[in-house]
């Protein structure tokens, strides 16, 4: 099929009514009621942090691809801000060139030349008044051509540190309000290293902008799996009268990866697994396995479901943490064949770096529907293989009448999600082994979304800009929701933290720190997490 029409008031004009009119002709689905896509209005687009390796690899991608599709809204346009002067030409160079090396498809030229042309740079520091002036005059040119008042979403691709810089110069220079069009601020994780730099962040933005115009990006909720987590709950009544403490046994969630830190030094020795992993998308992941049905889909009643679910847990005390959590950093190893270092000896990691590379917790969702069940996530860089699961696993049968042989292969029943690679969905079960005798083993249900829908899914990125251009903020983290996943995570974040982060009040031992082989399962300090007979399934 040829691309669709790309920005530009009349090609797009036709793409949008297509969209609307297919929208129209879905049958009516009570379930999904709320799901209907708002249309995405005129919109200008900043990205500032535009030459950053965010804005590269992911970003611009994700509009080349969103172009591709017909699904940028009429009169797009983007405008590129970071430090190094340079032309509006040399930045669309620049686009393209990141398009063509990154982009989930080969580009078409004429699709890309489209979008290139509605691109422009605005060079500058963050801190510099004069930058906003700038930009405002180049959104007011665009509003003049359209003979319209356009939309706004500024998206804040840079170091955190300039996080609260930027919105607070868009304060002072009138462009966080726009009168007769929408404002939105799109802001990159992380949010915050601690709960307290959270709250503080989250103080300054909302001086500025109101919550509805803010859209904290955790990347794993734009995941098609994330997603359809909600649809396998909610769209299925099998599993739901299954799905509490009377039934589940334990639930693990694991998100590993086997690169190692690459070259993100500077950043990851001062974040490690815990802030850059658990805080954010794992507890996401946890959010969308034990949340109750929202009345809604709806941003708020999605968002107040899993509020209440991060409320739930209790955050553990000093005494727990040694219980409750493990850290572990890479030592040398193997991955994909090849020799590879330990994380000490990755470059820009200073030599006595105390950084986990690894952590693993067992936490509690103290509530009617699944007191008493472990929730057990870990987390790794370096590790076997890159693999994101959840797997439920159901309590066992009460009652075992086949032979003691028959019943040697019987194991509970476990649904494991996979959210990346090879994503689907697993049902493990136990089935009659062919022959003569009554012999058990276990056997897996399997659907895979490669075989089921033989298409490409969208990366992350490109639902989230787009849901963030219309101004659906469900996918998108709100402020009680940043800062109870702080809650969680913060004393273990102080509990680890080397002796001269720690408090002078309340000074703690960190304990030990283990350390496993590059490209193995992780350290065997893990295991000591687990209760009852519970394992970490293999990565
Ligand atoms: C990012 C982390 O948020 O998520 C990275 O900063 C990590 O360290 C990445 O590699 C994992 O994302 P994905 O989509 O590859 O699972």
Redesign the pocket.
Known sequence: MPPQAVVGVEADDVAVTAALSSAQTEPENPLIAGLERLPVAPTTLVIFGATGDLARRKLLPALYNLAHDGALPERFHLVGVARREKQHEDYRAECAQAIRQFSRRTPDEDVLKGLLEHVKYVPGVFDDASVYAELGKVLDGFEERAATKLNRAFYLSTAPAFFPVIVEELGKSELAHHEGAEVRVIIE?PFGTTLQEARELNRRVLAIFDESQVFRID?YLGKETVQNMMAFRFANGMFEPLWNRNYIDSVQIT?A?DLGIGTRAGYYDHAGALR??IQN?MLQLLCHVAMEPPVSFTAEEVRNEKVKVLQAIPAPTAEEIPELAVRAQYAAGHAGGEAVPGYLQEEGVPEDSTTETYAALRLEVDNWRWAGVPFYLRTGKRLARKI?EIAVTLKPVPHLAFSQDGSLGVQPNQLVLTI?PNEGVALRLGAKIPGTRMIIRPVSMEFLYGTAFLSQSPEAYERLITDAMRGDATLFTRNDEVEAQWQICDPIVKYWAPAHQQSPAHPQSPGPLAQYEAGSQGPKEAENLLLDDHHWRAI
């Open positions: 994780k990347h998100a990866e850059d992993l998308h994101t990346q």
